[in-house]
Structures are given as C-alpha cells and as structure tokens.
Nanobody, 125 residues
Framework: EVQVVDSGGGLVQHGGSLRLSCVVS????????IGWFRQAPGKEREGISC????????YYADSVKGRFTIASDNAKNTVYLQMNKLKPEDTAVYYC??????????????????WGQGTQVTVSS
C-alpha cells in the first residue's frame, strides 16, 4: 500500500523560506514521479513541481521557477520542496502526490494516484 505524508508548512514572512517534506512508502513502480501541487482558496489545484524517480529530471511551473527547488533523498524515501523568496501569492495548501508512470510532462492532478493530506503554507505581506 502506497502511503504519502507531507509536512513542513507554516507561517512565514514575505521573502522568507520554508522546506516541505514528502515521505513516501510502499512504492514499487519502476518509473514513478513525485509531484508537488498547491491549492489556494477559490482556485484550482496547481501542479508546481515534480521529480522523476528514474533519472531525477525535474519540472517547475513558471510561477515558482528560480525560487523553489525539488530534491529527493532516496535513503530516506523523502522528497523535499525548498521554497525561497516566498510571496503572499504562494499562500496555499501544498500537497505531495505520486504518479505511477512518469511521462515527462508537467504534473497534472488527474495523473497522480496517491496523495498526502496537505500542509498549509501562509506567507504574510
């Protein structure tokens, strides 16, 4: 059984940093991806980053490119999302998710099968 646990959210000031963690267990797929999504109040869920288990290739949405970094620690079965230069518009619930077969494209919600419970990130102005 695949389990996904995301954590690390909190309250931070404009320009500050946070690091989110995603611990994944029970994954046996050969070419999966770990993605990070976020959903702000009244908005659709947005795929912001993902990393391939096979080759470590990464993707970033334009909204976070240059500020966020995704990285994996295979020994700990953990994927991190380092978020720097945070802005009030980054305020959202952040979710980690697993895609069984990574096709190399941007993370789309309907392609991800296993989800964490979400962690709130609030950036004050």
């Amino acid at each position: 059984e695949v389990q996904v646990v995301d954590s690390g959210g909190g309250l931070v000031q404009h320009g500050g940093s946070l690091r989110l963690s995603c611990v994944v267990s029970g994954v046996t797929f050969e070419n999966y991806a770990i993605g990070w999504f976020r959903q702000a109040p009244g908005k659709e869920r947005e795929g912001i980053s993902c990393i391939s288990s096979r080759d470590g290739n990464t993707y970033y949405a334009d909204s976070v490119k240059g500020r966020f970094t995704i990285a994996s620690d295979n020994a700990k079965n953990t994927v991190y999302l380092q978020m720097n230069k945070l802005k009030p518009e980054d305020t959202a619930v952040y979710y980690c998710a697993v895609q069984e077969w990574y096709d190399g494209t941007e993370p789309r919600e309907f392609e991800y099968d296993y989800w964490g419970q979400g962690t709130q990130v609030t950036v004050s102005s």
